[in-house]
């Protein structure tokens, strides 16, 4: 039998521990989660056991209050943030094993007090649905530091269907969640095989390889301000690809949007490499869709070469790059065109380049495919969402092939 309740009949709240960086460790005697270490990397989860990326210490000497430290089955929630659009992020801790923990600077401890009514992981899921988000923004405040405060959260309604549908909406959820991490650690994979090969091919290399720069093997193009090109009435538009949506491997609805009119040139589409060459200097195949390229992001394409090759060049001169941008941050640190014609390049004979773009182009594209595929799954994830919670798609019938992980039990 379902039911409505208010989150706060059904948790607490609480603040965590502010501890700044310079007493951060890299080992110690407590696990800290900061807010800062959970936009990239972490998603839905933080599995104590298998972090997606490592997590920072803390001494044991820290001041510490009882409610700050972690239990397994917290919920981890961003509740501060510098923009509107990242507040309301969720994370399970899946810490099983019992391991010290503590939350961190602008984080809250979500903790479920009625595990009879809701699942900690149904919850996390719930919390992290676009509609609920919606909902909590609605109680924010601040003008440059954005804020929502937990009393407001606490007194957000939901309605809960049984434990046992619950558990099944869970563990559907919990696949699609699961191969979209192993698209990521393939991928992770696939990319070290990548710097291994070029290695490889580096250390192949002779007189007889031509010497080239990247401007020669590769066109770079500028995106433009889209804000001059807002679309017209009627024109839906396209995304526009800025370093933001470039970080995070895809646009938002919350994303601004251009004219679907702009020049080809300017247009992006799955599978393209993007360069970011001022502020963030990041370097990526973008799998998010068709959007329009914003300003300060290069477009990197080539009518002669594969893009394993214009890729992987590109990418070991970014060291480079990354260093001249800071020497020019006393504004926004960027890169001029002139870095990329001084970037040196080794391009083998005809038919030993055809025996490399056989071993390497399939693996890039492998990447791609890999990353479009967890783009549709989260697709998918927040099209199921609502149904599954409102109870518009039956789970009844669903079995559980597995016993319950521990993130499902009823505690």
């Known amino acids: 039998m379902g039911c409505r309740v208010t989150l706060g009949d059904i948790c607490s709240f609480d603040r965590g521990a502010s501890i700044p960086r310079t007493r951060m460790l890299n080992s110690g005697d407590l ?48 509740l501060t943030s510098e923009t509107v659009d990242d507040l309301g992020h969720a994370y399970l801790f ?135 090109f807002r679309p017209a009435p009627g024109d839906p538009g396209l995304p526009v690809l800025k370093i933001k949506e470039l970080g995070q491997g895809v646009c938002t609805p919350d994303s601004e949007r251009c004219a679907s009119t702009i020049d080809e040139s300017v247009k992006i589409h799955d599978g393209n490499l993007v360069f970011s060459w001022s502020g963030t200097l990041l370097l990526d195949f973008w799998a998010g869709g068709d959007a329009g390229l914003n300003q300060h992001l290069f477009k990197v394409t080539s009518d002669r070469y594969p893009s394993w090759l214009y890729y992987l060049w590109t990418k070991h001169h970014m060291d480079r790059f990354i260093m001249l941008a800071k020497d020019r941050a006393t504004t926004m640190g960027h890169i001029k065109r002139s870095a990329l014609a001084e970037s040196e390049v080794l391009i083998p004979p005809v038919e030993q380049l055809e025996v490399l773009t056989r071993r390497m182009q399939p693996i890039v594209d492998e990447l791609v495919v890999n990353k479009i595929q967890s783009r549709n799954l989260a697709g ?32």
């Open 380 to 411: 998918l994830r927040d099209v199921l969402l609502p149904k599954l919670m409102s109870g518009e798609i039956d789970v009844s019938n669903v079995r559980l092939s597995m016993p319950p992980n521990n993130h499902l039990s009823a505690g």
């Open 94 to 228: 899946n810490n099983p094993s019992g391991k010290s923990a503590v939350s961190g600077t602008e984080t809250t401890i979500v903790r479920v007090e009625r595990k009879d009514v809701v699942l900690p992981a149904y919850l996390n899921y719930l919390m992290s649905s676009p509609r609920f988000i919606s909902e909590l923004r609605q109680y924010t405040r601040g003008m440059k530091v954005f804020r929502v405060h937990p009393s407001d959260v606490a007194r957000i309604e939901v309605d809960l269907p049984s434990i046992d549908e619950q558990r099944k909406v869970v563990a559907i959820l919990d696949a699609i969640y699961e191969k979209q991490q192993t698209n990521t650690k393939l991928n992770d994979y696939l990319a070290e095989l990548l710097d291994v090969l070029f290695v490889d091919m580096l250390n192949d290399a002779d007189a007889s390889w031509e010497r080239l720069s990247l401007l020669d093997i590769a066109s770079y193009k500028n995106g433009l301000a889209m804000q001059k």
């Open 31 to 78: 696990l800290y989660i900061h807010y800062g270490d959970l936009y990239k990397g972490f998603d839905l989860r933080i599995d104590v056991e298998k972090p997606a990326k490592p997590l920072p210490f803390i001494s044991a000497d820290e001041k510490i209050k009882d409610s700050q430290r972690l239990n397994d089955q917290d919920i981890v929630y961003v």
